[in-house]
């Protein structure tokens, strides 16, 4: 694996390339992926780092961080003086707001709300293309094939990632940006099962858990005894556990409409049963990156689960002691704003354990 960095401005225009004394990338399924660069405080790459620069991380040849510098943090010790320089994936845009009315100014906010529906690819990409036109962002956004559930999606100033993340796990569907085109994509499954003799499945956990919805009521529009409610039953999930269980699904904002069955069919999503496998995987001469993406999935088989789980990160570090490690991951991702709080906290005692060391 070869891994390059450059540096470009704010319009993109190429500046440096970059070599890092230490390297931390996450590649995150769905999510903000980022890059920690670590660099000597007089390394000439600090003269081309800094406010308004983007950094673009290569691996092989191909960008899979693609970004703004949010952050540089220094440290100056007796034994070494180190920047860090914080760069987060394009993805992060998709944080921006989804109005009522994207093609009116904040003044003319006359629509209650925005709503979308159709297949989950055709109703993120309709609303993506409303988001690029309302910023100016010049994406390309390529016609939908109709991946996913049938979903309504309705916006009042709410971040695009609030309302599509959950839709996304749960059709197990990746959404990109990557060179100003946006994407929904079906991963790919991996063409082996991975069990731990393969040496690829180390240590792990997994969970078993029932499900928190069997029937779903929806209300929709209307208020009182007018109010417009509608029921939908998993009959298969009650046989397979044994029990009933009931919730409520507020659909008030889809007025006009008589069919709330895409409300029900999101509520009897998030209340399924689930059986996971957390674990962090081993490359080896046959699953390598390159083979497998984040996103793509994998069929796993340890102790009596057996199951097929999303690959949702990919941890990628290069540093002088350890050379470059690449770590797949499967199952829940711990939370990135604490880890990069940790890795700082670590940074620093190296450097007190470093300057107690030279003293």
Known sequence: MRLDFT??????????????????????????????LTFDDDDKAMSVLGEGSRVRVLVDGVAHVD???VGIDGSDTEAASEVVVTVEDDFRLFRNLGWQNPAQPLSNQSSEYKRYSGPLETVMKAACTDLSTRLGLGWVVPASTGLGSSVRVEFRMHPLTDKFTDLLTADQLTWTLRGGVVDVTAGELFPRVLTRESGIVG????????PTATRVVVGGEGEGTDRLFQGFTDTARETSWGFISEVFQDARMAQGETDLS????EALAEGAGTVSVTADLNETSWFRF?????????????????TTEVITQVVIDDTPGDGLVV????????DTAGSRLARQVARLNKGLRDQRSSR
């Open 327 to 334: 770590t797949p991951h499967i199952g829940a991702v711990e």
């Open 7 to 36: 540096v470009h401005d704010a319009s993109g225009a190429f500046l440096a390339t970059v070599v890092p004394r230490e390297v931390h990338v996450e590649l995150l399924w769905n999510q903000v992926s980022f890059a920690e």
């Open 290 to 306: 390159g083979a497998y993406q984040v996103g793509d999935l994998v069929h796993i088989q340890v102790g009596t689960v057996d």
């Open 262 to 265: 895409p409300d029900g069919a």
């Open 203 to 210: 240590d792990f956990t997994w969970s078993l858990n029932a």
């Open 67 to 69: 970004g703004p510098v």
